[in-house]
T-cell receptor, first 119, second 114 residues
Framework: DTEVTQTPKHLVMGMTNKKSLKCEQH?????MYWYKQKAKKPPELMFV???????INESVPSRFSPECPNSSLLNLHLHALQPEDSALYLC??????????????????FGPGTRLTVL | GESVGLHLPTLSVQEGDNSIINCAYS??????FIWYKQESGKGPQFIID?????DKRQGQRVTVLLNKTVKHLSLQIAATQPGDSAVYFC?????????????FGQGTILTVHP
C-alpha cells in the first residue's frame, strides 16, 4: 500500500464550528506532515510529526491543532477558523531516519487533500 | 529569505515535443531536490528526485539536471503527452535533519496541446 488517504474530500464549515481533518498511511512511515495550499500557490508546510511527536510548527495559529494518535494516523483539529483559512489541506508522509544518510531518501508521499471552505 | 523559484510560470507545447521546466534555488545548503506534478484537484505526485552529489538523473521519460554552480534545476520531459498537463513544482530540502522540510517553488503550468 503506497497511498496516503485523507477524509473528508470536501468540508464546508462556519467560523464557530469545530471540525477535524484525517489522514492515514500504511507505508510504515514515521514522519507525517500537514501542508496548506491556496489556489495557484505552492504547498506551505504547517506541521511535521516525527515518531508521533510534533517536530516542526511553522508558526501556525492555534486555531489549527494537530494530533498524531499513532504512527499511521494524523489529524488536524479546526476551531474558530477564518474565511482566509479556506484552502486545500494536504497530508504527506515519509520515512524518518535518524541520520544524514537516511534524510536523503525521504520522498514525501502526498494525499489528495481536503478542500476546506470557511464561511 | 531563501527561496526556490521558477523562470517560466507557464509552458505550452505540442504533443510529442520535449518539455523543459526550469527552477532556480538560492539556498546553497540544499542537498536534495524533488520534482512534483500536481493535477487539478489532486495532491502533488512525486516524479523524480536528485541529490546534490549528482548532476543528472533519469527516469521514465523524465530527466532532472542539477547545476550547483548556478543553483539551477531543470526537468526534461520527453515526448510530452496531454496527460502530462499539470502544474510542476520543484522542491528543495536541506540535509542534517532526519526528516525533510520541503520548500516548494512557485510552480509552472504545463499545457500540452494534442
Amino acid at each position: 500500500d503506497t497511498e496516503v488517504t485523507q477524509t473528508p474530500k470536501h468540508l464546508v464549515m462556519g467560523m464557530t464550528n469545530k471540525k477535524s481533518l484525517k489522514c492515514e498511511q500504511h507505508m510504515g512511515h514515521r514522519a507525517m506532515y500537514w501542508y496548506k495550499q491556496k489556489a495557484k500557490k505552492p504547498p506551505e508546510l504547517m506541521f511535521v510529526y516525527s515518531y508521533e511527536k510534533l517536530s516542526i510548527n511553522e508558526s501556525v495559529p492555534s486555531r489549527f491543532s494537530p494530533e498524531c494518535p499513532n504512527s499511521s494516523l494524523l489529524n488536524l483539529h479546526l476551531h474558530a477558523l477564518q474565511p482566509e483559512d479556506s484552502a486545500l489541506y494536504l497530508c504527506a508522509s515519509s520515512q524518518a531516519g535518524r541520520g544524514l544518510v537516511d534524510s536523503l531518501n525521504n520522498e514525501q508521499f502526498f494525499g489528495p487533500g481536503t478542500r476546506l471552505t470557511v464561511l | 529569505g531563501e527561496s526556490v523559484g521558477l523562470h517560466l510560470p507557464t509552458l505550452s507545447v505540442q504533443e510529442g515535443d520535449n518539455s523543459i521546466i526550469n527552477c532556480a534555488y538560492s539556498n546553497s545548503a540544499s542537498d536534495y531536490f524533488i520534482w512534483y506534478k500536481q493535477e487539478s484537484g489532486k495532491g502533488p505526485q512525486f516524479i523524480i528526485d536528485i541529490r546534490s552529489n549528482m548532476d543528472k538523473r533519469q527516469g521514465q521519460r523524465v530527466t532532472v539536471l542539477l547545476n550547483k554552480t548556478v543553483k539551477h534545476l531543470s526537468l526534461q520531459i520527453a515526448a510530452t503527452q496531454p496527460g502530462d498537463s499539470a502544474v510542476y513544482f520543484c522542491a528543495e530540502k536541506v540535509g542534517g535533519t532526519s526528516y525533510g522540510k520541503l520548500t516548494f517553488g512557485q510552480g509552472t503550468i504545463l499545457t500540452v496541446h494534442p
